[in-house]
């Protein structure tokens, strides 16, 4: 489902670059922590649906 996440720090900008149709979502003010714990969740399909998707403004590319 995830193909790769950044993030940036300064502007709390999260990055998903999804698997399947290599679309770009940008999350904006995003913490510090939430990013953490997607970066060491086990499935990171499952921390997305469950924490990021629905939560936080988003821009896709």
């Given amino acids: 489902m995830i193909r790769s996440i950044a993030y940036d720090a300064r502007?709390?900008?999260l990055t998903v670059v999804?698997?399947?149709d290599g679309r770009t979502y940008r999350y904006l003010r995003v913490p510090d922590k939430v990013y953490r714990?997607?970066?060491a969740a086990k499935s990171k399909g499952?921390?997305?649906l469950l924490y990021i998707k629905g939560r936080y403004e988003f821009r896709v590319e």
């Fill in 11 to 13: 502007t709390q900008t």
């Fill in 18 to 20: 999804m698997a399947k």
């Fill in 37 to 39: 714990d997607f970066a």
């Fill in 46 to 48: 499952t921390f997305y």
